[in-house]
């Protein structure tokens, strides 16, 4: 069946500007993660969607990101206002089994430069 | 909180080696395991995934340990080939989300 997807496989923007990221996660996976991968930081994450329940934003590193999971399905990611520090490669994951056995599948990621 | 760390960084083996990668974490409470492959401006592939109840898990010939007492986990790769050339994650789920935290990953060439 079909992977994670995300769009778009790059972006390149100017300082200031915002910008959207989309996934679209495996078809009924219920939890949805973002990642984010930079050369000086490795893998950090993000922000992380359960079903219906309220998302958990705790690795988000500034109030310029935010995210949104419609319909339980796809999330879009957004930068307000980007830096430079921002550029990095922004990763999906998701997955549907708890516990023990829970695996996370990832995406193709999005590569971000701003300049 | 919890800590994931790979040694070596780098590693470059000759076609035909068996090798080790290392992974070591600091909060042995885990649900699991996992080892992820990366290919340069690739996402990740899941390799093997080993449930905190288990000590080892095998996928042709890849073969994983984990020994959660001491915090450590092995990647075996055997008769290594120039397609295993990428770098290679472990992470363990922890954290509020069950976020996964990555290790810095070993980059592993596989010379012909």
């Known amino acids: 069946g079909a992977g994670v997807s995300q769009s778009p496989s790059n972006k390149v923007t100017e300082k200031g500007k915002d910008v959207e990221l989309r996934c679209d996660p495996i078809?009924?996976?219920?939890?949805l993660y973002w990642y984010r991968q930079s050369l000086g930081q490795g893998l950090e994450f993000l922000i992380y969607f359960q079903g219906n329940s309220a998302p958990d934003k705790s690795g988000l590193p500034s109030d310029r990101f935010s995210a949104e999971r419609t319909g339980g399905s796809v999330s879009t990611l957004t930068i307000q206002r980007t830096q430079q520090e921002d550029s990095a490669v922004y990763l999906c994951?998701?997955?549907?089994?708890?516990?023990?056995?829970?695996?996370?599948?990832f995406g193709p990621g999005t590569r971000l430069l701003v300049l | 909180k919890q800590e994931v760390t790979q040694i070596p960084a780098a590693l470059s083996v000759p076609e035909g080696e068996n090798l080790v990668l290392n992974c070591s974490f600091t909060d042995s409470a885990i649900y699991n395991l996992q080892w992820f492959r990366q290919d340069p401006g690739k996402g990740l592939t899941s390799l093997l995934l080993?449930?905190?109840?288990?000590r080892e898990q095998t996928s042709g010939r890849l073969n994983a340990s984990l020994d959660k007492s001491s915090g450590r986990s092995t990647l075996y790769i055997a008769a290594s080939q120039p397609g295993d050339s990428a770098t290679y994650l472990c992470a363990v789920p922890g954290g509020s989300a069950r976020q996964l935290t990555f290790g810095s990953g070993t980059q592993l060439t596989v010379l012909p």
């Open positions: 080993i449930q905190s109840s288990q």
């Open positions: 078809s009924g996976h219920t939890a």
């Open positions: 994951a998701s997955s549907s089994v708890r516990g023990p056995q829970e695996t996370q599948y």
